[in-house]
T-cell receptor, first 115, second 116 residues
């Protein structure tokens, strides 16, 4: 019974490149959440998606960041033209249904380093 | 907006002793959920304990227990018989389900070191 999978675990990009982070939710889960953890900080909510729908993107920066969760395949968090300030750990969580907070299971995170 | 405050950036405790981590929060809701997560050096987020606001009884999970004071909006975590494996960052979190969305709001964390 695989948990939430994220890849890559570590990603290094140069300024101006694109970063694509992938999240495969637990089997049977159709809700995905992305969080960002800056150094020495707690996790901050970025976006909440269901299959083919963005439910809440209030935590996403207005530019360069986008997220999707297609009908088939993993959820993707895409960061265009990365800058040094994007260096952080990005966590994905998934849940089976809404309204039950104890079913948000976290992946191991992707650590993005921008040179 | 909901906010979560952890006022202790770092704490240390001797093995086998008891330590309490503080957390306060701000909300206008009456029914909500609170969590403590542990993040060891591996960075994996591990759920330690949760509390439902409508339940007056404090939650307990083995050596971990909470002191939930709803009126004071306080939610502290007590770790009894501390073990070396308890060394980690601990995050207090509030489950925000307003406006048709749902998400966790985290505090900045407390770094706990258990000394042998």
């Amino acid at each position: 019974n695989a948990g939430v999978m994220q890849n890559p675990r570590h990603l290094v990009r140069r300024r101006g490149q694109e970063a694509r982070l992938r999240c495969s939710p637990m089997k049977g889960h159709s809700h995905v959440y992305w969080y960002r953890q800056l150094p020495e900080e707690g996790l901050k909510f970025m976006v909440y998606l269901q299959k083919e729908n963005i439910i809440d993107e209030s935590g996403m920066p207005k530019e360069r960041f986008s997220a999707e969760f297609p009908k088939e395949g993993p959820s993707i968090l895409r960061i265009q033209q990365v800058v040094r300030g994007d260096s952080a750990a990005y966590f994905c969580a998934s849940s089976q249904s809404r309204g039950r907070p104890d079913t948000q299971y976290f992946g191991p995170g992707t650590r993005l380093t921008v040179l | 907006a909901q906010t979560v405050t952890q006022s202790q950036p770092e704490m240390s405790v001797q093995e086998a002793e008891t330590v309490t981590l503080s957390c306060t929060y701000d909300t206008s809701e009456n029914n909500y959920y609170l969590f403590w997560y542990k993040q060891p050096p591996s960075r994996q987020m591990i759920l330690v304990i949760r509390q439902e606001a409508y339940k007056q009884q404090n939650a307990t999970e083995n050596r971990f227990s909470v002191n939930f004071q709803k009126a004071a909006k306080s939610f502290s975590l007590k770790i009894s018989d501390s073990q070396l494996g308890d060394t980690a960052m601990y995050f207090c979190a509030f489950w925000d389900a307003q406006g048709g969305s749902e998400k966790l709001v985290f505090g900045k964390g407390t770094k706990l070191t258990v000394n042998p």
